[in-house]
């Protein structure tokens, strides 16, 4: 008895395996070998988006163990791990008009894989990555922080004036 097999089926028989190992893989990024959650996902709430003080997208979550927040309010400083349950344009759109709007202006935006948006205010940065991501979801960086050294001292609260101002930490040969 032969089989004839038509091209479709021979094609489903070699993509097959391909899809379900990039299954297993992208599965196994999001969780341990006993099943567990690598990285906890929370909602932000009032009092986070308080502590933060800019503009984040609504029914977005963070990503906690990657987030790192120093300061509150006009005083924060830090990197946020976001995840959004709406386009990379979408978020971008938001980014654009809300911190405008806040008061930051605009510095540059590149466009690639990904979309990189610079924002200033006052004494001030802003970064923000957005990434796409399956089904219409995105995910975004964003670090803020000061934008000199005086204003890194003054937020942590450290006097500059202590010791020589000459001091270097290291150098560099």
Same mark, same amino acid.
């Given at each position: 008895?032969? *089989?004839?097999?038509?091209?479709? $089926?021979?094609? =489903?028989?070699?993509?097959?395996?391909?899809?379900?190992?990039?299954?297993? #893989?992208?599965?196994?990024?999001? *969780?341990?070998?006993?099943?567990?959650?690598?990285?906890?996902?929370? !909602?932000?709430?009032? @009092? $986070?988006?308080?502590?933060?003080?800019?503009?984040?997208?609504?029914?977005? $979550?963070?990503?906690?163990?990657?987030?790192?927040?120093?300061?509150?309010?006009?005083?924060?400083?830090?990197?946020?791990?976001? %995840?959004?349950?709406?386009?990379?344009?979408?978020?971008?759109? +938001? *980014?654009?008009?809300?911190?405008?709007?806040?008061?930051?202006?605009? =510095?540059? =935006?590149?466009? @690639? !894989? +990904?979309? %990189?948006?610079?924002?200033?205010?006052?004494?001030?940065?802003?970064?923000?990555?957005?990434?796409?991501?399956? +089904?219409?979801?995105?995910?975004?960086?964003?670090?803020?922080?000061?934008?000199?050294?005086?204003?890194?001292?003054? @937020?942590?609260? =450290?006097?500059?004036?202590?010791? @020589?101002?000459?001091?270097?930490?290291? #150098?560099?040969?």
């Amino acid at each position: 008895m032969v *089989y004839k097999l038509s091209k479709s $089926k021979i094609l =489903i028989a070699l993509l097959a395996p391909l899809v379900f190992a990039s299954c297993a #893989t992208i599965n196994g990024m999001m *969780y341990s070998e006993d099943g567990e959650d690598v990285s906890e996902i929370k !909602d932000i709430s009032v @009092s $986070k988006r308080l502590q933060i003080s800019i503009p984040i997208p609504d029914n977005s $979550k963070y990503i906690t163990d990657k987030t790192i927040i120093f300061g509150e309010g006009e005083r924060f400083t830090g990197v946020l791990y976001l %995840l959004h349950d709406i386009s990379a344009d979408e978020v971008v759109e +938001f *980014y654009r008009v809300s911190m405008r709007d806040d008061g930051w202006s605009e =510095i540059a =935006i590149v466009r @690639s !894989d +990904f979309v %990189l948006m610079n924002f200033d205010k006052e004494d001030r940065f802003a970064t923000i990555k957005v990434n796409r991501k399956v +089904f219409d979801n995105s995910s975004s960086e964003v670090t803020v922080g000061p934008k000199t050294g005086t204003t890194i001292n003054r @937020s942590l609260n =450290i006097d500059s004036n202590k010791g @020589s101002s000459n001091e270097q930490p290291f #150098t560099i040969q």
